[in-house]
């Protein structure tokens, strides 16, 4: 099945600064999100970005399908952007839209 | 807001003793999914129903069973919890089409989970 790692595995920052968080997978995906777990450990979404660029405030990701991966870039970083990063994908021919998660980047800022 | 919810938000149990964890959405997906998620680890997709039409993985064990009594609902039965079973379980909705295209792919919400705890 598809592969998809995530790095780096750990990241420590301190706040104000900026950061890029790196999704590769092994195939073509019809689908790609990134959520942002937080201590209470729920999904959040983030992004919807099979492919092509987007931002939301400090937060922007881009996926270039053609060389198979992803960035989340994080700027001017808070604490409470710290928790578990994870990119998810859904495989082509994915049945029923499931998804494929990567290990995750779990982000810790410092005040 | 449309959303996915999730209750309880804590489960306690005993070994053995079945337990019910339910989801409920009004985002009128017609996906919905059952992750588990142990500590430290990624969510691992237990099953999905698409309509009415329920998804086993492979690897799920049969001590988790799932309803979907409509659209709205979906439960997830454990019959008799291990001390390995004790996680966090994640609902998920998706809209999910059948043009056999790109845009058949959605994105897919998440509630906030319910914590199982076995004793």
């Known amino acids: 099945g598809i592969q998809v790692e995530q790095s780096p595995p750990d990241l420590i920052l301190q706040e104000g600064a900026n950061s890029t968080l790196r999704c590769n997978f092994s195939?073509?995906?019809?689908?790609l999100q990134w959520f942002h777990q937080n201590p209470w450990g729920q999904l959040i979404n983030l992004f919807y970005?099979?492919?092509g660029t987007k931002q939301n405030g400090r937060l922007s990701a881009t996926t270039v399908a053609t060389e198979r991966y992803s960035l989340l870039y994080i700027s001017s970083s808070q604490t409470t952007d710290s928790g578990v990063y994870f990119c998810a994908v859904v495989p082509p021919f994915g049945n029923g839209n499931k998804l494929v998660f990567g290990a995750g980047t779990i982000l810790r800022v410092k005040s | 807001d449309a959303m996915v919810i999730q209750n309880p938000r804590y489960q306690v149990t005993q070994f053995g003793k079945p337990v019910t964890l339910s989801c409920s959405q009004t985002l009128n997906h017609n996906v919905m999914y059952w992750y588990q998620q142990k500590s430290s680890q990624a969510p691992k997709l237990l099953f999905h129903y698409y309509d009415k039409d329920f998804n086993n993985e492979a690897d799920t064990p049969d001590n988790f069973q799932s309803r979907r009594p409509n659209t709205s609902f979906c439960f997830l039965d454990i019959r008799s919890p291990g001390l390995g079973d004790a996680a966090m379980y994640l609902c998920?909705?998706?809209?999910?089409?059948?043009?056999?295209?790109?845009?058949?792919?959605?994105?897919?919400?998440f509630g906030p989970g319910t914590r199982l705890t076995v004793l």
């Open positions: 195939d073509s995906v019809n689908n």
């Open positions: 998920a909705t998706s809209r999910v089409g059948l043009s056999g295209g790109a845009s058949d792919y959605n994105e897919q919400f």
């Open positions: 970005i099979p492919s």
